[in-house]
Every structure is written in C-alpha cells, then in structure tokens.
C-alpha cells in the first residue's frame, strides 16, 4: 500500500489528482465527508485546493503501521509533515498530521482521515 500512498500524495502535490483512480466507487470517509463517490471526492478537492495551495507533505515511513479493519478492509495509519500556503489566512501553514487511509480488498481506498494535527504553525511568507 506504500506505493499507492506515495502515488496519491504526488498527484495531490502535482495538482493531478483524480479520484478514480484511487478510491472505491463509494466511499466511507474522504475528511470529514461522508458517503461519497471519487467524483464527489473530486468536487471536494476542487474546492480545498484553492485554498490549500502549494501542498508537500513528507511521508514518515518508519511511522507506519498496519491492522486489518473489521469489515476485513486494510488500514494504514502513518505520520507526515505537510506545509502549504493558506489563501484564507495568507499564510505558510506547517504541521505533523496523522493520517489514516482504509484499503477494500481491490485496494482501492474507501477511507482517508487526517485522526491527528500537531505543532500546527503559521507563518508569513
């Protein structure tokens, strides 16, 4: 599932994001939305990019840990540092966030969650 993660974060931090080609057609949990399929996850990106602008985040790799959901799905939690100009604030934004993405059994995810942000900073460019 590491190569998948690492695949959908270069695409989000290339812009190039498309929901097809990552999540389940429905999916549980994109944020704190509910209940959708990659086309809405689509509309959802669409909308926090622009505010979210010039994402990176560093993937934490020893951080990563595995356990199998009760659905029989496959969750990975791990650890990143994500930096990214915040339009609304008109400020750098960088923080340690944990994530969480549930994998059905085609691999596809049906679940993505950010259960943590720490040492949440903003500064001026």
Partial sequence: ???IIRALYQDFAEDDIVAGDYFAPMVDTYYLVHNLTPAEVDA???????N???????????????????????AVMFWSDYTCFRNDKQKRQTCRVQTEIIFDNQ???VSLNDLKIENLKY???
Avoid: C, M, Q, W
């Fill in 1 to 3: 599932h590491l190569e």
């Fill in 44 to 50: 959802y990106y669409e909308k926090d990019r622009k």
């Fill in 52 to 74: 979210f602008t010039v994402p990176r985040k560093t993937l934490l790799g020893a951080t990563f840990a595995y356990s199998n959901t009760k659905e029989g799905h496959r």
């Fill in 107 to 109: 691999n596809r995810i």
């Fill in 123 to 125: 500064t001026s460019e």
